[in-house]
């Protein structure tokens, strides 16, 4: 069977396993015997075949509290593929994705989806493989005021939806320097803020230093009308410091835009953005692309194959994942999905009330430890036998 | 099916799932399509049965390299019950836990074991949910000449071993304080040295502060003849921070020895532990308890249910984790059990190289962060809508 057939872990588990079984394997891979499955209206599940996207939901309650009132909110995360050529022009390309995300964000609003981010790079194909400037960089807009966001302040109005929305930054007001940038949109349509990629990967067909750098905006919580949200972008999520620092600024959801293959780091993605929901007492949003995005000229994956003009599927696979540990089934591995939950944030605060990480965490210790350990003289803490 | 009739989730998995799919499943929940175990010696096997303990053991593999020549190690990890009753003198708990484990040790010598770590506070039962004082506390003994650590010394010595022995630790030499500790003895049977939990928790049956506090011994690495290795002790496995520190000061495996229960923790234990060898470019070696422990007195759990005198069964499932995300199956949830795993650790520095994490982690970016944080007036980044 090959990597591209196998279409969805919990669809195999679900079609083999006996139910009760399967409700001790979903307890323990799954954190819930259950998926609680959200019900959608019809017009929700009309529209959704209409516009040809798998849409899946699932619910996450908390217990009742005398003094805050449930704090239930939607969120919503969207995989998708780069259907038309990568040798279209460039405005052709960003308009065709413009339509398509366009499409299920109105599935998203027929959802009652109130927090929706799209996978990384969201209106360009992930061409940062070929590690050729041209005519890739074209992609890059400003983000206040580019179209892409420009088009997301009318929709985020319309829906009255809180709009992530990943793309190649360009600063004009810092000399033309290119990031890999979230913005924040409000329900209202008014542009809150944006957050750039921290961490950034040097490695096999990612070597997105190519095009830009680490950024500089720290680690920035948004505080919009459904909740506090923060955007961990995609490599990110293998540094749990990163992760770390945005519970600290109170996130309540963060977001994980990523784009990321099997062959590299499919083992892992089940395992980043949960333990980083589970040691920082906030939902995550792991968000992948899903298939195959051919470029006009060759280039090498820099693991000794010939080069070539893909490297193959990105497996999908978005999940959300809660601060006690347990997760939503996958998006499947290769069709386009739009991923909902319904969240109560409430269980953000009462899960670190219950573990209290925040209070065993000993920052004062790390902070001192981390001042060490950067200074080019450090003496790793080593103890040998006499 | 009660939580206790579930012997093992991989054992479901591969009664039911057919070969092929199995092999997509096991890609992506284990790492790897195959278990690749370990064929021991009749010896080993039979001694095994002799002693009742299930013996299991897995290969991870390295890249060859030019200026290195491999560093096979085999690392072992011993899940066990409490058989004799927590109304047995002290003394004669003790004996029996030295005997059982001492038996087991002779399995793993015959396993060919190079490294064995025991499970949590492993010459005691875990009686820290009563609250009691007494007679508990008479279980603590000291880290370089107690009772244990004389044992261990002879039979480290005997196996050509090293042992790391988690123990309730008194230190006499501080007014009589009371630690939850691990000794690292030498294969040449000589003490190296001591690390004390440095996360304790205060939550449900697990209030530790009863008894000890916050380590003091920072995060020392321990050079032995088989490679460098740490203790990341139960509860500190829900602190990325402090994982973080062990890779920082070069550990290749970090054992994580634990008594955790199912109600409480049994989704989270797949992820954290697996998530820091990927995260810090270490094996990680998670080791639980299993079986009932019953006391004299019955005592609360803080959740709303009678008073009891046990809280439940350790769910074992130990396991080991590979830098590369890859894992090798859990032992079981109920049984007695050694698991043993061949590691080549020039996967470590492969990994690191591979991904560059320890590049691109950023660490000045969160000392100085981490710094600020722990200001009792710091004002979290948080951006609001104008």
Known sequence: MSDNNFKSLEDTLDKYIPPEELREVKRILYGRAEDNPITFSLEATSLAKEVGVDLRGYTFTARKEDLRRPRIVRVGAIQNTVDIPTTAPIHV????????????????????????????????????????????????????????????????????????????????????????????????????GKHRKNHIPRVGDFNESTYYFEGDTGH???????????????????????????????????????????????????????????????????????GTEVFPNEFTSANGQPAHKDFGPFYGSSYIAAPDGSRTPALSRDKDGLLVAELDLNLCRQVKDFWGFQMTQRLPLYAESLAKVTKPDYKPQVIREN
Chains 1, 2 share one sequence.
């Open 93 to 192: 390309q960003r308009d065709a994705l413009h339509e398509k995300v366009s499409n299920i964000l109105r599935v998203a609003a027929s959802a009652g989806v109130n927090i929706i981010c799209f996978q990384e790079a969201w209106t360009m194909p992930f061409a940062f493989c070929t590690r050729e400037k041209f005519p890739w960089c074209e992609f890059a807009e400003d983000a206040e005021h580019g179209p892409t966001t420009k088009l997301m302040k009318e929709l985020a109005k319309q829906y009255n939806m809180v709009i992530v929305s990943p793309i190649l930054e360009r600063d004009s007001n810092h000399n033309d320097t290119i990031w890999n940038t979230a913005v924040v949109i409000s329900n209202n349509g008014n542009y809150i």
């Open 220 to 290: 920035p919580v948004f505080e919009t009308q459904f909740g506090k949200i923060a955007i961990n972008i995609c490599y990110g999520r293998h540094h749990p410091q990163n992760w770390m620092m945005f519970g600290l600024n109170g996130a309540e959801i963060v977001f994980n835009p990523s784009a990321t293959i099997g062959a590299l780091s499919e083992p892992l993605w089940g395992i980043e953005a949960r333990n980083a929901a589970i040691a920082n007492g906030y939902f995550t949003v792991a968000i992948n692309r899903v």
